[in-house]
């Protein structure tokens, strides 16, 4: 099912390798879909509401009747739910709220430079963001909490959910995610999806929706598309594409446990990647067999089997373990499962991945939803520089400056250097008007 990419004796022979090239990807034209969502967003940024309706007709097949969902709505959904669902919501909330509360750490830290010469950084949240749920293939509700509960607890305070209206429940967002926005207190919800609902949450829509500092959550190449095409007016906090698995095994993996973790991913998208990395070829064989078991079981099968047999899907064979953890890091996964001996000890080796699930018991769906931890993850390689959806998303970082009399005069004279070597002497005289003549007494550097 999946094609194999055989690494083996190529360094041996003295071959250079390019593991980001050899381990291949899911195609991802952002750049095409920015043409297509340009009048998309152009339309609301002009006509509001009027291009909201058409838009959700054209691309959702309903219109709803009110585009913010109204409060009964939210808490008829969270009445509606059903106990053992309601009861996994809550458990997923409160270790995701956990675990955002650790990585908030300090908001303020304080350096003190010489007498006098004192930057304070501070950690200020965003005062408004606009969070998007999707609402495709598959109704995302576990992105609500992704999403709002990092944003919470970085102290945002305005925030708004956009999800696409459905057919199926009478113009609204899907019912799961009204009823967690419902139990995490988040009262301005939007019944819009796709570009309309980035540009919606860009440009403001009068008499709807305030504009918002920040855009945040997965989507679709459309909304990737639009986040990209309105970054600037916005922030955005990633451009997250097709999402993916890689896992390092050898040969004492459980090829079930493999098989399984790699279907479970392949069921997002028939453009989803599934990569098995290993030194053990009768691993590989034999999780080609329980896939060749498993997929005619599941669900999507049809969704999977595409996935799976796609280009972006691949057994990479190589020589050894570090070989691996090499090609791994090069491919910089999205998720990155590691199913090896001493598992712990091959994650401190991992420098690019957007989250190391450590061992068979930490399959990626954990992560997903009742781990703690983000699944707003980067994607297409972009975990060489990028990091997941997270509390300091949601903060920026404003130093404040405060210098007295005597810790500028010890700065002076560099300051008027370094600005006359940039032929910006304006700047220079910024500090000497203010200690007018030698004779003021102002001290230079290395005076006593």
């Known amino acids: 099912m999946l094609r194999v990419i055989d690494l083996r004796d190529r360094l041996a022979s003295g071959e250079q390798l390019d593991y980001a090239a050899l381990v291949p990807r899911a195609e991802f034209d952002v750049d095409a879909a920015v043409e297509v969502v340009r009048p998309i967003c152009d339309d609301v940024a002009v006509r509001g509401v009027s291009a909201l309706r058409h838009w959700s007709d054209r691309f959702d097949h309903v219109v709803p009747e009110e585009f913010r969902v109204p409060a009964a709505d939210l808490a008829a959904a969270v009445e509606q739910l059903d106990p053992e669902v309601r009861a996994a919501f809550e458990v997923a909330i409160d270790r995701r709220r956990r675990v955002s509360a650790a990585e908030l750490g300090e908001t303020s830290t ?40 990092p944003a919470q607890v970085a102290g945002v305070a305005s925030l708004a959910v956009a999800s696409p209206p459905q057919v199926d429940f009478d113009g609204l967002p899907h019912p799961n995610i009204l009823a967690l926005c419902h139990l995490l207190g988040v009262e301005e919800v939007y019944a819009v999806g796709g570009a309309q609902a980035v540009a919606m949450f860009a440009y403001g829509v009068e008499d709807l929706c305030p504009k918002v500092d920040l855009v945040t959550g997965p989507g679709n190449i459309y909304v990737v598309a639009a986040k990209r095409l309105l970054k600037g007016l916005v922030n955005i906090d990633s451009e997250a594409g097709t999402t993916e698995i890689a896992i390092l095994a050898d040969a004492e993996a ?33 999780v080609q067999a329980e896939l060749a078991a498993q997929v005619p079981e599941a669900k999507h099968a049809e969704r999977i089997t595409t996935a799976l047999g796609g280009h972006q899907s691949a057994v990479v064979l190589v020589d050894d373990l570090d070989q691996g953890i090499d090609v791994v890091n090069a491919y910089a996964a999205e998720h990155l499962e590691l199913h090896t001996v001493d598992a712990a000890g091959v994650a401190s080796r991992i420098t690019n991945a957007g989250a190391i699930f450590v061992g068979t ?54 300051v008027e250097v370094f600005a006359e070597s940039e032929d910006l002497p304006a700047h220079g005289a910024a500090v000497s008007r203010r200690f007018p003549g030698d004779a003021s007494g102002r001290r230079r550097p290395g005076q006593e």
């Open 361 to 414: 018991w930490s399959p990626v769906s954990l992560g997903d939803y009742c781990a703690g931890s983000t699944h707003v993850l980067p994607t297409a390689g972009c975990a060489c520089h990028s990091s997941g959806l997270n509390v300091k998303s949601f903060l920026k970082a404003v130093n404040v400056i405060s210098y007295d009399r005597a810790a500028l005069s010890e700065v002076a004279r560099h």
């Open 110 to 149: 304080t350096v003190e430079l010489a007498p006098g010469a004192v930057v304070t950084q501070r950690m200020i949240p965003v005062n408004r963001v606009g969070l998007y749920v999707p609402g495709g293939l598959a109704a995302l509700a576990s992105s609500v909490i992704m999403n709002v509960v």
């Open 254 to 286: 459980e090829p079930v446990h493999v098989a399984a973790d790699l279907i479970s991913q392949a069921e997002h998208d028939p453009a989803a990647a599934a990569v098995l990395v290993t030194d053990a070829p009768g691993l590989a064989d034999a």
